[in-house]
Nanobody, 127 residues
Framework: QVQLVESGGGLGQAGGSLRLSCAAS????????MGWYRQAPGKQRDLVAT???????HYTDAVKGRFTISRDNAKNTVILQMNSLKPEDTAVYYC?????????????????????WGQGTQVTVSS
């Protein structure tokens, strides 16, 4: 069984920094893109940043120059370093991974590629 477990977040101040971490664990064959999304109260879940398996990042305009996404493929982790925080960064942040899992049934390996999500972690930025 595969799961994504997030850590970090909490309460930050405007202009300050927070760091989010997400680790994937379980029967993992491979991981493609990983990323972070966020959902503010009453709003849809939006992309924050993604990173390819070879380390190419992509950011939404709202966080460019302030947030940095990175990953450690050996540890199946993705990090979001958030600097110069703004009150509008307040949201629940979700980790996402394009992941291929496997199951061995009667000595036969079965593979399934799907999008996996973490449980979400709250980030609150005070002004």
């Amino acid at each position: 069984q595969v799961q994504l477990v997030e850590s970090g977040g909490g309460l930050g101040q405007a202009g300050g920094s927070l760091r989010l971490s997400c680790a994937a664990s379980g029967s993992i064959l491979s991981i493609g893109d990983m990323g972070w999304y966020r959902q503010a109260p009453g709003k849809q879940r939006d992309l924050v940043a993604t990173i390819t398996s070879d380390g190419t990042p992509h950011y939404t305009d709202a966080v460019k120059g302030r947030f940095t996404i990175s990953r450690d493929n050996a540890k199946n982790t993705v990090i979001l370093q958030m600097n110069s925080l703004k009150p509008e960064d307040t949201a629940v942040y979700y980790c996402n991974a394009d992941l291929t899992a496997y199951r061995d049934i009667d000595a036969v390996s079965h593979f399934n590629r799907s999008q996996y999500w973490g449980q979400g972690t709250q980030v609150t930025v005070s002004s």
